[in-house]
Nanobody, 126 residues
Framework: QVQLVESGGGLVQAGGSLRLSCAAS????????MGWFRQAPGKEREFVAA?????????YYADSVKGRFTISRDNAVNTVYMQMNSLKPEDTAVYYC??????????????????WGQGTQVTVSS
């Protein structure tokens, strides 16, 4: 069982930066691939970024954020991060941290994530 708590969201102007954090409980955090998803009003939840279970492991990004967002993790403190730079108004959404199903090295599919945080709002003004 993994419990996830996101923080770091807020209001920022276009071109600005935010750093999201996701603190996980549980002794087996280092065995889970992790991901960030987002959901804008009236839209379905979509994949943003994922990282394999190793600190410094493989990463994967949605095309819409590639080159602007960076996902990382620190297994020593059970936390996954997402640095978001050059933010755009279309990045406005609730951002969710998630832990993938046991055994997955890395996943971009929402259906392969078993544990979710409560979400943190990111609003980018133009």
């Amino acid at each position: 069982q993994v419990q996830l708590v996101e923080s770091g969201g807020g209001l920022v102007q276009a071109g600005g930066s935010l750093r999201l954090s996701c603190a996980a409980s549980g002794r087996t955090f280092s065995s889970y691939a992790m991901g960030w998803f987002r959901q804008a009003p009236g839209k379905e939840r979509e994949f943003v970024a994922a990282i394999s279970w190793r600190s410094g492991g493989d990463t994967y990004y949605a095309d819409s954020v590639k080159g602007r967002f960076t996902i990382s993790r620190d297994n020593a403190v059970n936390t996954v991060y997402m640095q978001m730079n050059s933010l755009k108004p279309e990045d406005t959404a609730v951002y969710y941290c998630a832990a993938a199903r046991a055994g997955y090295y890395l996943s971009i599919s929402l259906n392969e994530y078993d544990y979710w945080g409560q979400g943190t709002q990111v609003t980018v003004s133009s």
